[in-house]
């Protein structure tokens, strides 16, 4: 799977993958609802932290805007498993080994941290709409305060 057209309208990138818990986790299972698909590098890492808290802490109001929100890692579910244990998360988060996810999102490839070029995970966020395409995509985030950021879009796109 490798990155797709990720603009306005555009069919959303199909994904199966395990969850924290093994279970098999599709964007079908969310047909009808908003999806907040958000990737992020690694469990229980600073900015990762503090994204999925203020995810988790958001949950109430995306629930009111009738979204739910998936995060993505290349972490495996036991790893995952830990860091929802560690800061009682509530989310739910997908294991991407393989970076098929990733790379379908465009959240995988060459990254400048400190003057230092990599390749990894790209911090970035798809919301898709009710009909499985994509309403909107932040290619590149910061992890403090990108959850009132995507619940500020997702309240300007529901209306």
């Not at 998936?70 to 991407?96: M, Q, V, W």
Request: net charge negative; aromatic share 8%; hydrophobic share 35%.
């Amino acid at each position: 799977m490798s990155k797709t057209d990720l603009s306005v309208g555009s069919k959303a990138p199909d994904f199966r993958l395990p969850d924290q818990d093994g279970r098999e986790v599709a964007l079908s299972d969310f047909a009808g609802q908003w999806l907040v698909l958000y990737f992020y590098p690694r469990d229980d890492t600073p900015g990762c932290t503090v994204e999925a808290c203020d995810f988790t802490a958001g949950l109430a109001d995306f629930e009111k805007l009738d979204a739910v929100v998936l995060g993505c890692s290349p972490d495996s579910p036991e790893s995952h498993r830990k860091f929802i244990a560690k800061y009682n998360l509530k989310l739910t988060l997908l294991s991407d080994p393989e970076h098929k996810l990733l790379q379908a999102y465009g959240a995988w490839g060459e990254k400048t941290l400190y003057g230092k070029t990599s390749v990894g995970v790209i911090r970035s966020t798809a919301i898709i709409d009710p009909a499985g395409c994509i309403a909107h995509h932040f290619p590149k985030v910061t992890a403090q305060g990108h959850s009132a950021e995507v619940q500020a879009k997702l309240t300007e796109l529901r209306k």
